[in-house]
């Protein structure tokens, strides 16, 4: 094995005890965030594959921003493995109009989770989860690991991208101190099912969703939609991701982080007439051009990920069918926005 700590090992042992993550089933995986999109997606991967002590709180049960409160529930617990995919989320307008609580809410789960894990002494290894949100609007495309910190995220975004960066250097830290086997996955665009839908303020694909049913239903003659719609996008199922969280956790130990990303692009424009047709709205799409774009373009190089034998699986396509009829299950008065 290479003694260059950052790179890429497949094979790698979790434990003294020679046993990888995948032959470890019985023990005990605490899923922060398992009520989220991606943390119940990881959820239901580790079920199906058998693992059989799988340990989530909801936020009434543990509030993540509270050190004591973590702090006990490590201490209670003494998971052997952590899967940290807790956090503030939604779109750059939730961010914008709200940065003080993104921070700071984002930072103390951090925080909190990183150093009970520490303190409680019987974990093995923590996955964090970041954000493609880390990179800077100039870094190039597509974009590798080694462009983190190349310059500032995107303006409006940093709110939720500065955090996520601290989680990322953190995760160097404790490695560095030997303290802990810490890695960092960092999805792109992330889309999937999630009870309760998001709301209107979310990510583009549910507040697409969200509007052009409400104009089918309602008869509309038109749906505007924010921005020229040229930027492109990558856009990687949640159910792709926790399958390259489960192979993360099982075959990679690493300073540096790995992008997940499917490696497919379309633009705005042409994710909107897609989201349109699986909804099945007929009238006009409208694009306001005088509200923000946002980033152009943001394509993760993923080649380490493929490199562990990681392939997306789920079409955009298919992927917006199956969430347009959870949308439609979950559906009361006509799902108004």
Request: charged share 25%; proline share 6%; with cysteine.
């Amino acid at each position: 094995m290479p003694s260059d700590s950052r790179a890429l090992h497949t094979g790698l042992k979790a434990g003294d005890d020679g046993r990888s993550f995948l032959s470890d089933k019985s023990a005990k995986v605490f899923v922060a965030g398992h009520g989220g999109m991606l943390g119940s997606a990881v959820r239901r991967r580790l079920s199906a594959l058998g693992f059989t002590n799988i340990v989530g709180r909801t936020r009434a049960e543990l509030d993540l921003t509270s050190q004591h409160a973590v702090d006990k529930f490590f201490a209670a617990e003494r998971p052997r493995y952590v899967i940290l995919a807790a956090g503030k989320v939604g779109g750059l307008h939730a961010s914008s109009a709200a940065p003080a609580d993104f921070m700071t809410e984002n930072l103390r789960i951090t925080t909190n989770v990183f150093a009970a894990a520490r303190r409680c002494g019987t974990v093995r290894r923590l996955l964090y989860l970041a954000s493609s949100a880390v990179y800077t609007p100039d870094a190039p495309q597509p974009i590798p690991e080694s462009a983190l910190l190349s310059g500032p995220p995107a303006p409006g975004n940093e709110w939720y991208a500065i955090p996520k960066i601290v989680g990322i250097k953190m995760c160097q830290a404790f490695r560095a101190e030997r303290a802990m086997d810490a890695i960092v996955a960092t999805p792109n665009n992330l889309y999937g099912p999630r009870h309760p839908f998001p709301s209107e303020s979310s990510h583009v694909i549910p507040a697409l969703i969200r509007r052009f049913h409400h104009a089918k239903v309602t008869g509309a003659a038109e749906v505007v939609v924010w921005g020229s719609g040229a930027p492109l996008r990558e856009f990687t199922h949640v159910d792709d991701v926790a399958d390259a969280v489960v192979l993360l956790m099982d075959r990679y130990s690493g300073d540096e982080h790995v992008n997940v990303g499917s490696g497919r692009e379309v633009t705005v424009r042409e994710l909107a007439e897609t989201v349109r047709e699986v909804v099945g709205y007929e009238g006009r799409v409208v694009w306001d051009a005088t509200r923000p774009d946002g980033v152009m373009r943001r394509l993760l190089d993923s080649s380490k990920m493929r490199a562990l034998g990681w392939q997306p699986k789920v079409e955009l396509r298919d992927g917006l069918q199956d969430l347009y009829k959870r949308y439609l299950q979950s559906c009361v008065t006509n799902c108004k926005p």
